[in-house]
C-alpha cells in the first residue's frame, strides 16, 4: 500500500509539475498577446495624437498667415492714409501760399482812390 501511495503521489507529483510549466507556457503566450494587443493600442494613440498636433500646427500656421495678411492690408490702407494726408497738407500750403502772394500783390498795387467834393 505505501508503495501505491508513494506512485500515485509521485504520478501526482509529474503531473502538477507538468501542469505548471504548461500553464506557464500558456501565461506567456497570454501576456505576449496582451502586450502585442496593448503596444498596438498605444501606437495608435500615439498616432492620433500625432495626427492631431500636425492638423494644430496646420491650423495655427493658417491663422499666422491670415493674420499676416490681415496686417499687410492694414499697413497698405494706412500707407494710402498717409499718402493722401500728405497731399492734403501739401496741397492746403500750395493754396495758403497762393493766398499770400495774392495778397501781397493785392497790398503792393495801393490804388488810392480821389474823390471830390
Known amino acids: 500500500m505505501e508503495?501505491?501511495?508513494?506512485?500515485?503521489?509521485?504520478v501526482l507529483s509529474v503531473m502538477l509539475g507538468f501542469s505548471s510549466v504548461i500553464l506557464a507556457?500558456?501565461?506567456t503566450k497570454r501576456t505576449d498577446e496582451l502586450i502585442k494587443t496593448e503596444d498596438q493600442r498605444a501606437k495608435m494613440i500615439i498616432d492620433e495624437g500625432?495626427?492631431?498636433t500636425q492638423q494644430m500646427i496646420e491650423h495655427t500656421q493658417q491663422m499666422i498667415d491670415e493674420g499676416n495678411k490681415r496686417a499687410q492690408q492694414i499697413l497698405?490702407?494706412?500707407?494710402?492714409?498717409?499718402e493722401l494726408a500728405q497731399q492734403m497738407i501739401?496741397?492746403?500750403r500750395r493754396e495758403f501760399r497762393e493766398l499770400?502772394?495774392?495778397?501781397?500783390?493785392?497790398?503792393?498795387?495801393?490804388?488810392?482812390?480821389?474823390k471830390d467834393k
Open 3 to 10: 508503495y501505491t501511495m508513494s506512485f500515485i503521489l509521485g
Open 25 to 27: 507556457i500558456y501565461l
Open 50 to 52: 500625432d495626427k492631431r
Open 76 to 82: 497698405a490702407q494706412m500707407q494710402k492714409s498717409i
Open 90 to 92: 501739401d496741397d492746403g
Open 100 to 114: 499770400i502772394e495774392r495778397m501781397d500783390r493785392r497790398i503792393s498795387q495801393q490804388t488810392y482812390i480821389v
